[in-house]
């Protein structure tokens, strides 16, 4: 019984982190935003440059970042300060993910875009895990830095 408490418990804890999407292209932002709300999760908010998601980081668990955004190639640095600064789960989202294959410090890792929406789905359930400590496997479309 205490078993299942336990779980339920940490269950609780993985839909209780809030996303915050970096992005510039807004349709995109959106689509992600309804799949974090459609499993649950609550959205921490939408930025599309450094300053915008620097003023939203202390509300925030998990970030998704592009690399190009409105105020130029800044997802990279915008990514590590998330990071190290506010302790946000960092992944990349951009079409261009060989401009960040070197991995970024604090960052989890990239995807390339496209994203689907199950992609989505798996990336915030690892990442969610790993920020309770719990296992969790890493999503095959993932490259995660070292």
Known sequence: MATNVVRRYQQD??????VLIVEDEFLIA????ATVEGIG???AGLANDREQALRLAPSADIAFVDV???D?????ELG???????GIA???MTGNPETVADGVKGAVGVVQKPVMPSLVEQLLKYLAARRV????????QMTVFR
Do not use: I, S
């Open 90 to 92: 960092v992944v990349f």
């Open 30 to 33: 959106l689509d992600l935003g």
């Open 41 to 43: 999760m609550q959205v």
């Open 72 to 76: 130029g190639r800044t997802g990279p």
């Open 13 to 18: 804890d993985l839909m209780k982190q809030r």
């Open 68 to 70: 190009n955004l409105a």
């Open 80 to 86: 590590r300060r998330l990071a190290e600064e506010h």
């Open 133 to 140: 400590g719990m296992f969790a496997v890493v999503p095959a």
